[in-house]
């Protein structure tokens, strides 16, 4: 069973990925009906990024609102807002932009403040990921984007792993690893349930991704119905993600890796396990494995 583990480490890693995403908004007590207008005017935004409409994009904006980008020098008021949204678009075909709001807080009945998560795209670029601020005031009954303050995003998203929901299959030697991810309520977690086999060995696991609050780093935390527990961190380098996990399991061995885990297309991916010690034993890399996604009926 040992050696199952050993040899299937790098898919017990994959619970590595991991990223702040919170689907959820934490709303205070008044926040009921309000939060709708709050949503519209939001809308209005993003749906002016998907139109490519610098005046409708900037229709969600008071008129001496600012823009704080993460690279570049404020903009203010929202004739200069407009006009930075036209330059853009034209340089910039198909672009969109999604929020994934962390928390809502009212500052007063007419103001209030959400923080979160922005991707910005456009066709043939790379998605963009913000760290974003927005204050909002109502200002006539009616909620308008008083401020938008960018900054660099956490690590990750969850968002940007989306894909990774939904069944795989992986073979690997004389082990059959099947896995399922979805997401726990709240889409605050990532959960998986394993299973490896060897022959008439079977092993089964949980997985939980998601973000430590108390250290702001991505973890995993992997539990083995054989009493194996393991931790590990995630970090994004380029267009492939490095999972640095360790397991420790009830007869005291300690097995650790450092696995490099690249999307292949939208049906698999492949994993690559190195670095694998047992105990400070270093082991051979394993040669790259490829997952697939298994189609359910």
């Known amino acids: 069973m040992q050696a199952m583990r050993t040899q299937a480490i790098g898919l017990t890693a994959l619970a590595g990925f991991l990223a702040l995403v919170s689907a959820t908004v934490g709303q205070s007590p008044r926040a009921g009906g309000e939060e709708a207008g709050i949503r519209q005017a939001l809308k209005g935004l993003a749906d002016g990024f998907a139109a490519g ?119 690997q030697g004389a082990n059959d690893i099947t896995s399922k991810y979805e997401w726990m309520e709240g889409k605050t977690f990532l959960k998986c349930n394993f299973q490896v086999r060897e022959k008439d060995k079977v092993l089964h696991g949980l997985r939980l991704i998601g973000l430590d609050p108390a250290s702001g780093e991505l973890k995993i935390w992997t539990f083995e119905t054989h009493g194996g527990v393991g931790t590990g961190t995630i970090r994004k380098d380029g267009n492939r993600w490095v999972i640095e996990a360790v397991l420790n399991l009830p007869d005291g061995v300690e097995i650790s890796s450092s696995t490099i885990l690249s999307q292949v297309n939208e049906e698999s991916f492949s994993w690559l396990p190195t670095q694998v010690k047992v105990n400070e034993l270093s082991l051979p890399d394993l040669p790259p494995i490829v997952v697939r996604r298994v189609k359910t009926k």
């Open 53 to 171: 409409n610098a005046s409708q994009a900037a229709g969600a904006y008071s008129e001496n609102a600012e823009l704080y980008l993460e690279n570049g020098p404020p903009v203010r008021g929202k004739a200069a807002i407009r006009a930075a949204y036209a330059v853009y678009f034209k340089n910039n075909s198909g672009c969109k932009v999604a929020l994934e709001p962390h928390a809502l807080r009212f500052l007063s009945k007419d103001a209030a403040m959400e923080d979160g998560l922005m991707r910005v795209s456009a066709d043939g670029k790379e998605t963009v990921v913000h760290k974003y601020s927005i204050l909002l005031l109502r200002e006539e009954g009616k909620w308008l984007v008083a401020m938008v303050r960018e900054s660099p995003a956490p690590r990750a998203s969850l968002l940007e792993l989306e894909w990774l929901v939904g069944n795989w299959q992986a073979k």
